[in-house]
């Protein structure tokens, strides 16, 4: 498939591989269709949130991904935002969040937990972050480990 006029390709990314060249375009009804989806799922945010106003969720539902496995091919972009939910939650919907790392797992990879707040809740949410912090100590700076 052909990319989208003034999407470029990343010098890493071979044709078959190409995860934009297989997105759905959008028509103006479509486009519409959209805002409204996210509209509600903003709605049903703020009334969670007006009962829970930090949320606190893995980074990721599934241990790190191999470097460039969102290059592989379409089915993997989808499992990486899959596993990403709560981030892709967070851009959707310009929510403020805080990522802290919580060790590493048994084969030495980064994990962490996600604070979400409600909208313009910066500051609840660098809180409970200070909290989580006081409570576990401070685990970072990781210790890269090179594959």
């Given amino acids: 498939m ?11 990314c071979l044709p078959a591989h190409d ?10 009804v479509r486009y519409h269709e959209a805002v409204a989806q996210r ?11 007006a009962t829970y106003p930090v949320v606190l969720g893995p980074v990721s539902t599934q241990q790190m991904f191999p470097k460039e496995f969102d290059l592989t091919g379409p089915a993997a972009t989808t499992e990486l935002w899959q596993a990403h939910r709560l981030l892709v939650t967070v851009n959707l ?3 403020p969040s805080l990522a802290l790392p919580m060790g590493v797992s048994a084969e030495g990879l980064p994990e962490g ?20 912090e006081t409570a576990v100590g401070s685990i970072s700076p990781l210790t890269p480990v090179m594959a």
Avoid: K, M, Y
């Avoid at 995860?19 to 759905?24: P, Q």
């Fill in 39 to 49: 509209l509600a799922i903003a709605s049903q945010w703020r009334r969670f949130h």
């Fill in 113 to 132: 937990v996600q604070l979400i707040a409600t909208t313009f809740g910066e500051a609840a949410c660098l809180a409970a972050g200070r909290d989580i």
């Fill in 93 to 95: 919907l310009g929510l």
């Fill in 2 to 12: 052909a990319l989208r006029a003034g999407v470029r390709r990343s010098p890493t």
């Fill in 19 to 28: 995860n934009i060249a297989a997105t759905e375009q959008l028509d103006l």
